[in-house]
T-cell receptor, first 114, second 114 residues
Framework: NAGVTQTPKFRVLKTGQSMTLLCAQD?????MYWYRQDPGMGLRLIHY???????AKGEVPDGYNVSRLKKQNFLLGLESAAPSQTSVYFC?????????????FGDGTRLSIL | KQEVTQIPAALSVPEGENLVLNCSFT??????LQWFRQDPGKGLTSLLL?????REQTSGRLNASLDKSSGRSTLYIAASQPGDSATYLC?????????????FGQGTILTVHP
């Protein structure tokens, strides 16, 4: 049981390039989340999904897009990367918001924008 | 807007000490409070989840309490060990239309030295 898997683990981009971060979970969870973690800022929610085919904005959505075409996958896209998007990105999932089960996190993607 | 604060920001103790990490939150309508551990370069590992109807939860040497009226949670670690060295994060789940989104504190960096 792999839990939550994020790919890639590391990536360096140039300003203006685009890329997609993949999150896959094998626990049949309905809810999935993308957070970013920055020094001094803690973890902040970018986007989230309450089920297949749904997405919604979190606290810091600008510059990012997401898609949830399959229940097990949640993709985070950077359309035109900026240095301010240098961060560690974490994906998480949970069965339902009311399940009183903890969120399960992946190991993160460390992204540097030059 | 929900806010979560953790005190202290960093803590260094000798092995064997009992210690308390503090977490305060502003939303009295909290659904649950989650404590996580994060090792350097890794993702978040769930330690304890306290439901709003509970006062405390225990797992091994860890005990977490919740006081909704004062907006506080504490994580008590008994007989600390060098392997406990990590960053400890608390997060509030406000429930309802927040759809399980977590609001995180900035963490307490714990160092337990032999």
């Amino acid at each position: 049981n792999a839990g939550v898997t994020q790919t890639p683990k590391f990536r360096v981009l140039k300003t203006g390039q685009s890329m997609t971060l993949l999150c896959a979970q094998d626990m049949n969870h309905e809810y999935m989340y993308w957070y970013r973690q920055d020094p001094g800022m803690g973890l902040r929610l970018i986007h989230y999904s309450v089920g297949e085919g749904t997405t919604a904005k979190g606290e810091v959505p600008d510059g990012y897009n997401v898609s949830r075409l399959k229940k097990q996958n949640f993709l985070l896209g950077l359309e035109s990367a900026a240095p301010s998007q240098t961060s560690v990105y974490f994906c998480a999932s949970t069965p339902q918001w009311y399940s009183n089960q903890p969120q399960h996190f992946g190991d993160g993607t460390r992204l540097s924008i030059l | 807007k929900q806010e979560v604060t953790q005190i202290p920001a960093a803590l260094s103790v000798p092995e064997g000490e009992n210690l308390v990490l503090n977490c305060s939150f502003t939303d009295s309508a909290i659904y649950n409070l989650q404590w996580f551990r994060q090792d350097p370069g890794k993702g978040l590992t769930s330690l304890l989840l306290i439901q709003s109807s509970q006062r405390e939860q225990t797992s091994g040497r860890l005990n977490a309490s919740l006081d909704k009226s004062s907006g506080r949670s504490t994580l008590y670690i008994a007989a600390s060990q060098p392997g406990d060295s990590a960053t400890y994060l608390c997060a509030e789940n406000a429930g309802g239309t927040s759809y399980g989104k977590l609001t995180f504190g900035q963490g307490t960096i714990l160092t337990v030295h032999p």
